[in-house]
């Protein structure tokens, strides 16, 4: 699995870093920073799903 | 906006596709069905003569498309009334929410990192103490046997407005004049009866602005004060126009969230017992609550004519842009119509979307998060005293006004 993170769709809801802290961070501006380069670790899959599903502006998606 | 719900001076609306006034008292008490009779009834956009021409998008799609097109959708002014505002793109009476791009963007900028979710958990113990101390007021009340207790007035209107004016660096006890402020913005959009200039917020922060010009220190006002545009300092009305939206889209929102999440709370034991006995699912109900409670319907000025999905939108008019209304469309959500405690997906709109999305959401979403922990752990147990005492705020912020609880022995 794998994560794609759109840094221009984002609006800096911060669900994602609410909901996955291990995969995403936010800069100072609260906008969301993608953590992980490639696989997502199997034991974090639940979470990027979760990120990904609870984005209000569909920034993330994930690629499986 | 707010407390209008006793407003039964307007003329009562006969059809909700083609005469929908918003700030009714019939609205505020039906938002969610005259939003679903209207998006069923083959034209989910709703228009009315009212206000001088407002539009009514109710799916999410049509009010997220309208959301992001800022170029025939102007933020010049958001709030709905008669008349129509008059300070100038692109900075606006009140910026960045008043503001388009590109200038929108900048005075955006100087804001963020204040609300960003670091920053904001710095306020977290202040929320905490806050709550809990008001809890303590309440238990003080009960002992002494007091059995029935508004919890709108007592508890939930009270936690906003006491960490605004500590981010401001104003008086905790000015709240009640920043009430009294945001009743007379939203009622009289500043443009109903004139307010002699010393009852105005604009004389309230003229004042204050001077004097934190003059000792300078670390709360948010110092900082706008000192906040540069491309080695130019804002402008008085930029700085005076910020710390008024913080003031006014910063207190009655939230306290709208923690009073519609405690009404639902005192309406479902089961709810309640949920809470308490699974603590992972809070994060996930704490999202449902603004999903289906979402307070705030903004709303645009159509800058330039626009055919919107059929419907031809005029230059002048108004469109409302209400969140809620998104948040239970069943073309979105499953079971759009029903609170569900542990909703997995839940993309809900309830901070706007686009790139107004409510600059204070982290603090928002962390003050209804504190008051709800503080408050379920003091009191497991509580009820609706009456459930028709309690009322609801017409306009564009919906919320309980009164909220009157009682506490079992």
């Not at chain 2, 407003?7 to 939003?35: E, G």
């Not at chain 2, 005192?266 to 017992?273: E, L, M, W, Y």
């Amino acid at each position: 699995m794998k994560i794609k993170y759109d840094r221009s769709a984002c609006q800096g809801h911060n669900r994602c870093y609410m909901l996955a802290p291990e995969l995403f961070d936010t800069d100072d501006e609260g906008y969301a920073v993608l953590l992980v380069e490639g696989d997502v670790p199997a034991d974090l899959e639940e979470k990027a799903r979760l990120a990904a599903d609870n984005c209000p502006e569909f920034a993330i998606e994930i690629e499986e | 906006m707010h407390d209008s719900g006793n407003d039964h001076s307007r003329p009562s609306v006969q059809n909700w596709q083609t005469d929908f006034d918003h700030q009714h008292p019939d609205y505020a008490a039906a938002a969610p069905t005259i939003w679903e009779q209207i998006r069923t009834s083959g034209c989910p956009i709703a228009h009315s003569e009212r206000y001088g021409g407002t539009w009514l998008p109710t799916s999410h799609d049509d009010v997220a498309a309208i959301s992001k097109d800022y170029e025939h959708f102007s933020s010049q002014g958001v709030v709905v009334t008669e008349y129509r505002p008059d300070i100038p793109a692109p900075m606006g009476y009140a910026p960045p929410i008043t503001s388009d791009p590109p200038f929108h963007q900048i005075a955006r900028s100087i804001l963020l990192k204040f609300f960003s979710p670091r920053a904001i958990d710095g306020w977290e113990p202040v929320a905490r103490d806050t709550c809990r101390r008001l809890i303590a007021d309440i238990q003080g009340r009960i002992a002494v046997g007091d059995d029935v207790i508004d919890c709108a007035q007592s508890y939930s209107q009270h936690i906003p407005v006491m960490i605004m004016a500590d981010m401001l660096g104003l008086p905790r006890e000015d709240g009640d004049l920043f009430r009294r402020f945001i009743h007379n913005i939203m009622e009289q959009g500043g443009g109903g009866e004139e307010l002699p200039y010393e009852d105005t917020i604009d004389f309230y922060l003229d004042s204050h602005v001077a004097a934190r010009r003059a000792n300078l220190g670390e709360d948010l006002i110092s900082y706008l004060c000192q906040a540069e545009i491309e080695g130019m300092a804002l402008l008085d009305e930029h700085v005076r126009g910020t710390i008024a939206l913080l003031i006014i889209a910063g207190i009655d929102t939230t306290w709208s969230a923690i009073g519609a999440s405690m009404w639902h709370m005192a309406q479902h034991p089961d709810h309640r017992a949920r809470w308490i006995n699974e603590p992972d699912v809070q994060p996930f109900a704490l999202e449902e609550f603004l999903r289906f409670y979402a307070p705030v319907t903004m709303a645009r000025l159509l800058a330039k004519d626009i055919e919107f999905e059929g419907c031809p939108m005029k230059a002048g008019e108004w469109t409302l842009l209400p969140f809620p209304a998104a948040n239970r469309d069943p073309a979105f959500f499953d079971r759009a119509d029903e609170f569900v405690m542990d909703r997995a997906r839940n993309r809900h709109a309830a901070f706007g979307l686009g790139i107004h999305r409510c600059i204070g959401s982290n603090l928002a979403r962390m003050e209804l998060r504190v008051a709800m922990e503080e408050w379920m752990q003091a009191f497991p147990e509580f009820e609706l005293a009456d459930p028709d005492a309690v009322t609801w705020s017409t306009g564009q912020v919906r919320g309980p006004r009164q909220l009157p609880m009682r506490f079992p022995a």
